[in-house]
């Protein structure tokens, strides 16, 4: 058998990874999006790499739009098989691309507008609302821990990855020549001390993984908790300088793990009080969907749940429903805390509320999580003292922050926990996906120091036999 890279390979969006048995049978592995890579963008979303109704099965790890974003894609290009993930996982999916359909319908009529003026041919979006729907009902949940027969010779277990609610290791045990060959894909990985969610679950002995490199050169500092971080920033931003503090986040994971650490404050009598808004329908979804899955929290969460009936609920917050309501948050000169997506503000409310408050020393905008260097977030994040957003030039006059330890992925060290339970010499090979190429050649001098010999950095569209 061999396996194909066609996305996340010496890049961090796109998951794609396709495994083509001997006798002609395909198996997907995740139909993610590429995302935040300026002009290419389009380019790399136009081109699987590869003939959809050829595939004969799909295995989703999680929800993220990196992950699952192609999928309607897929479908309408010919794929009709089953996609498998957990509940959650299709829960959430079913919110994100339905989300993402609109966007990217919007944006199809914004460029025909501009193609009609200048006489240019007009485009179709990528796909629609109907795709996904289409998309949705191939749709099969599997629970986690639990062993799968996809096929009589193909059998499926999914882990907890910890990352975010739903989201799993794959793990393929496939029968060719009379051997069985097992193959792990993590996803993308948790943290080993999630504010949220329990950790990554140890798995069976494999005999290839792929395996995310997302933070393969960094350690998350522990030292900042994450509260009193908060605490700290709204307190200088909203009470002392009168300012607003914008927040991007993912819909899911992120913007609930915010909304738990200011529940958190708010137990311990230390909310600054102001406003807080939710910007984003999505997150308010997405945090309905969590709050039907508690039993996927971590033991401290459950804790609190002993008291409090809903740990993402607190004093003053207000979840933004419609676009008026968003649109009026920049008239009102009352301090806020404003928590929108995107998670790296390529797309979204939160662009509008950068933009609005970028020129504004007595704001703060706060960054909580990873952001491709190239998006907007992560130019904020690198400190570029000017940045475009709609077409137009601004100066970052606002505060810019960022809590590193926020992060739904683990650092170095929570990516080699992860292989703990992993003999190395039963492991013919790593392959680092989902990781810039610098640090995933980092990443890999880390893993042949603990005995994981044989790793590979594959690029885009290229395969390797198994
Ligand atoms: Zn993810």
Known sequence: MKISFHGAARTVTGSKHLITLNNGEQILLDCGMFQGMGSETEELNDYFGFNPKKVNYMVLSHAHIDHSGLIPRLVS??????????????????????????????????????????????????????????????????????????????????????????????????????????????????????????????????????????????????????????????????????????????????????????????????????????????????????????????????????????VFKFKGLKFVHSTEESIALNDDPRPCVIISSSGMAEAGRVRHHIRNNIGNAKNTILMVGYAEPRSLAGQLKNGNKAVWIFREEHTVVADVQSIDSMSAHGDYNDLIHFLNCQKPEEVKQIFLVHGEYNIQQAFEARLHDKGFKNVCIPDLHTHVDL
């Open 77 to 310: 290009e010919g794929y009709t098989g089953p996609i498998y993930c957990t509940a959650p996982t299709m829960e959430l999916t079913k919110i994100l691309l339905t989300d993402s359909s609109k966007i990217i319908t919007q944006d199809a009529e914004y460029t025909n507008k501009q193609n009609k003026k200048h006489g240019r041919p007009l485009i179709e979006p990528m796909y629609t609302e109907d795709d996904v729907i289409k998309a949705i009902s191939l749709f099969k949940i599997v629970d986690l821990d639990t062993d799968f027969e996809i096929s009589p010779r193909i059998t499926l277990r999914l882990t907890d990855s910890g990352h975010i609610i739903g989201a799993a290791a794959i793990h393929l045990s496939i029968l060719e020549n009379a051997k069985v060959t097992k193959i792990t894909f993590s996803g993308d990985i948790g943290r080993y001390n999630d504010l949220l969610l329990k950790s990554p679950k140890v798995f069976p002995q494999a005999d290839y993984v792929l395996l995310e490199s997302t933070y393969g050169d960094k350690l998350h500092s522990e030292l900042e908790p994450v509260e009193e971080k908060l605490h700290e920033i709204i307190h200088q931003t909203c009470i002392l300088r009168g300012g607003k503090v914008i927040i991007p986040a993912f819909s899911v994971g992120r913007t609930q793990e915010i909304l738990y650490a200011l529940n958190c404050l708010e137990e311990k009598g230390k909310l600054p009080d102001v406003a807080y808004y939710v910007d984003s329908p999505l997150s308010e979804k997405a945090t309905e969907i969590l709050k039907d899955h508690t039993d996927q929290l971590n033991k401290d969460v459950q804790q609190v749940m002993k008291h409090d009936d809903d």
